[in-house]
């Protein structure tokens, strides 16, 4: 089965949340963040809108991307929970994601 965002939105899977602190404590699941860091699952194809402005994805499948917190409404599709968002939603993309790493800008 496959699922083809539109209208500027793209599918993004969450990384799995942090379940041990850096000082080594473990976390119950209730205690765990959302993560705000996911792998883009899909993108939607090009179009032009009612202006004539033309939409083009900035992000590509297989992308690790940063949004916000709140951001996207989350569903189920194919057995995986995943959040579909406006493309304009994504703050970057991370590159060289490793979950031990501290982040370098």
């Known amino acids: 089965m496959i699922f083809k965002p539109l209208n500027g939105q793209v599918v993004v899977k969450r990384t799995s949340a942090e379940k041990v602190t850096r000082g080594g404590i473990v976390l119950p699941d209730n205690a765990q963040k959302e993560s705000q860091i996911g792998t883009v699952k899909a993108v939607f194809e090009p179009y032009t809108d009612a202006d004539g402005k033309h939409h083009e994805s900035q992000v590509s499948v297989g992308d ?3 949004f916000p917190k ?3 409404e989350e569903f189920t599709f194919d057995d995986e929970k995943v959040l579909l968002m406006k493309h304009t939603a994504i703050r970057g993309v991370v590159i060289g994601y490793d979950e031990q790493q501290e982040a370098r800008f």
């Open 64 to 66: 690790v991307v940063l």
């Open 70 to 72: 709140y951001e996207g």
